[in-house]
Structure formats: C-alpha cells, structure tokens
C-alpha cells in the first residue's frame, strides 16, 4: 500500500518538473521508490509545491475586504466564507484543502522516517532535508490547527479537541482527533528537531521557499505568540533579530516579495491571483493609513475602487518576515510589562514605514501611550503592516476576537464577539470519508 502511494506522488511530481525546471534545482526521477538524496530532494520539492494557500482563503473571514461584486464567478466562490456561512454554504464555495496539508504530511513523515537510509548524499545534505521535513510537518500542523481547532488562548487545550496529529507514513490508520496542547507539543519538539539537522543559513533566490536554519526561531516567534508565552516569544523573536534585521524599503520593494530583503521563508503565495481578483480593500482597513504612512500609496492601488498590490502573483510568496518579527517582539514585551522595550521594537518598524515628519508625530505619540494604548497601537500596527498576508484572521481569532459586521447588497452579516465561527469547520468532504473527525 506504502508503494503504491509513493508513486502516485511521484507522476505528480514529473508534471510539477517539467513545467519548473528554470525554477529547481533537480531532475525528474521517474516512478521509482526514492533512495537516493536527489530523489528525496524530489520529494520533498513536491511537498513544498503542494503546501496550501488556505491563509489566504481564510483572509476572507476577516475584517480587511470586501467582496468584487462585479464578477459574480467570485460571488459564488468566496460568499459563504466572507459570511461565515459553514453550515448551508453553496456547492461552489471554495473550499479548505485538508487532504493536501495531510498529503504534505505523507511526504514530510516519509523523509523524517528515511533519515538513515538515504544514499548517495552528503551527511550535510541529509541532515538539512530532514530538518526540513521537520519544519514541514511543524508548520502544516500549526495551520491546521489555528485554521480548525479553536485558539489556543481561548479554551483549555488540555482538553480541546483540534485535528489529527500525524506524525508517521502509515496510510492505512483512521485518524482521529488530537487534542490542541498535544498538537503543540509536537509542534515545538519538531522545531527542536529541526533545529538539530538544519545547516543552510540562506538559500539562493528562486530557492528560498525552503527552510533555513533563521526559520526555526522564526516560527517560534509566532507559535509561542499565539501559546500566549510571551518569554519564549520575545526571546526567540530577538534571536531572528540578531541575525537578520532589516527592513525593506517600500518605495522600492514590497516586504513580502520573495526577494524582499525582509523575507526568511517564501514559501506560501498567501494571496493567489484568484483571492487577489475576488477581493477589494475594506474602507475600515484603507482608514488605518494615514497621508504620511508610505503605505498607503504602496500597499494599495486607489483608483475607482481600492484594490491590493501585496498579491496576485508568484513574486508575493512570503511565509515569514523581519517585519512580523519585530511586531511579535513588540507584543510579546509588553505582555512582559516592559512597555519601553514594546514601543522600541514597534517604532524601529514605523520609522521604515512613514515619512519623516509622520514619524516624528508617530514616535511622540507612541512614547505618549498608556499601556492600554500601547498594546492597540501594537495591534492596528499589525493589521497595517501584515494586511493580506494571511495573519490578520488568525490575530483577530487569539486575541479579542471582535464582533465584524458585513453588509452585501443591502444584507447585513454579523459575527459576534467571541463566535462559534471563529474556527472553521473541518471540510464535510473530510468527515464524508473519515467519520471520526465529527467527534
């Protein structure tokens, strides 16, 4: 059964080659077993290829768009997910792409397995492609269960169902659910591992969709973010700092192009073409800019209506920043009390992001704030800085989730502060074939 599906993931892979081979760094292989390093290098080129674009869909559920209703195509794609309507959506929804996080899994649990028995490579080039599995199979499970468990700071995960921890290449097991603090733990012990294997400090561009050895504290910075373990946090966001500081200048570069100088990880193209078409700048969101914030004219396109430069095509691919950096650090410190240190970290970014004299106005205001004040500072910051990049739906989930009212066509839709559907369901397509995922 193991080598069955092994070559089902492989005559994939032979398409994804050929229409790539500008793009990698590696041959087709053919439908063999893989046994050789190059061969798992082809597996794994798979498996970062495959990893979904759900942050984006889930951007719709947010407060940053609103819907293009003048292509009615998209109406019917992304409606029930910009509404919040799971349980009667139309059979054109769009929908979330549990089996490819799994697929991704597959592949990233085979190589973790085949650690030992790799042939024909070097003990360096074995040892980072394993340490890349494992980033893989942390990274997919930290979506899953911030895309369909509910948010780690909002219940006890002791006991909170989420989704299946997998964490081996048996195909033929029903998986059920796992509960949320198991989700994490194996999260965390998987970057450790991962931290042990990887030796790439930086990749060349057109290859930076891999993970390198900054990656590990990166995502550190964000896992223990939405734990609510600001220590952890602030210190492993210090870590990518020191390293890897700077930040781009936006009058030349978007920070979340894939050659971006702010960009660790390209991996994810958050807002594909199709969101990015389907999708216009919600006006609460285009209000948080003001006239000296370089933003505003960089971020957006303002003509008739107001639509997004940061996506739409390849060049957006960008899973993590300096820029998200500095504004965990931020948080996480004042979350530490040390509301100094908060508003140093949330200044160095602002001062890349307005014009001289607005920043001069900025900075005395933020040395200015309460605490209160700060924090919402620190927070409208991160929905300016980080719009459309797939993270405002899960900041709004992990911290006040807010009460959003939509209106479309004269409809109001409401979430309430605190919502049910604040989680996405898991795909009825999943629990069709899985029953147990219902429970």
């Excluded at 997998?166 to 994490?184: H, N, P, Q």
């Amino acid at each position: 059964m193991k080598k069955t599906l092994l070559y089902m993931l492989l005559a994939p892979l032979m398409l994804v080659l050929s229409a790539c081979d500008d793009y990698l760094d590696i041959q087709p292989v053919g439908k063999v077993i893989p046994t050789t390093a190059t061969e798992f290098r082809a597996l794994m080129t798979e498996a970062y290829v495959t990893v979904p674009d759900d942050r984006g869909l889930a951007s719709f559920r947010g407060d940053e768009m609103k819907l293009d209703v003048t292509n009615p195509m998209d109406i019917e794609s992304y409606k029930d997910i910009w509404i919040w309507n799971d349980n009667a959506a139309s059979e054109n929804t769009s929908t979330f792409s549990w089996r490819n996080f799994y697929h991704v899994l597959f592949i990233a649990n085979y190589v973790i397995e085949s650690e030992s028995t790799m042939t024909d490579g070097t003990p360096q080039e074995i040892s980072q492609m394993v340490g890349e599995a494992y980033m893989l199979r942390a990274y997919m499970h930290f979506i899953l269960a911030n895309l369909h468990a509910p948010a780690y700071t909002k219940c006890d995960p002791a006991v909170t169902k989420a989704v299946p921890l997998k964490v081996d290449s048996d195909v033929e097991a029903t998986l059920s659910r796992s509960m949320l603090s198991d989700i994490y733990a194996q999260i965390l012990a998987d970057l450790d591992a991962a931290q042990q294997r990887l030796n790439v400090d930086t990749w060349d561009l057109g290859y930076n969709y891999r993970f390198n050895t900054l990656s590990v504290d990166a995502l550190r910075s964000r896992v223990y973010l939405y734990m609510g373990e600001w220590a952890e946090s602030l210190a492993a966001s210090r870590r990518v700092l020191a390293v890897k500081s700077e930040l781009a200048d936006v009058s030349v570069i978007l920070p979340n192009a894939y050659n971006s100088p702010e960009n660790i990880v390209a991996l994810e193209k958050v807002m594909t073409n199709n969101y990015e078409k389907a999708s216009l700048v919600s006006d609460d969101l285009y209000g948080l800019y003001t006239r000296t914030d370089r933003r505003r004219s960089t971020y957006y396109k303002n003509d008739a209506v107001i639509t997004i430069r940061k996506g739409g095509s390849n060049e957006f691919s960008c899973s993590m920043r300096t820029g998200e950096m500095y504004l965990n650090a931020a948080e996480a410190a004042w979350n530490q009390n040390e509301y100094d240190t908060a508003a140093d970290y949330l200044l160095t970014l602002q001062k890349a992001r307005f014009t001289a004299s607005g920043y001069t106005s900025k900075e005395t205001a933020v040395r200015a704030m309460t605490p209160d004040e700060l924090i919402e500072e620190i927070y409208v910051e991160r929905a300016r800085e980080l719009a459309f990049e797939g993270h405002r739906w899960f900041d709004l989930r992990r911290t006040t989730q807010p009460r959003i009212e939509k209106t479309f066509r004269g409809e109001t839709f409401v979430l309430e502060q605190g919502d049910s559907r604040y989680t996405i369901p898991i795909p009825a397509a999943a629990i069709e074939a899985n029953p147990s995922l219902a429970n």
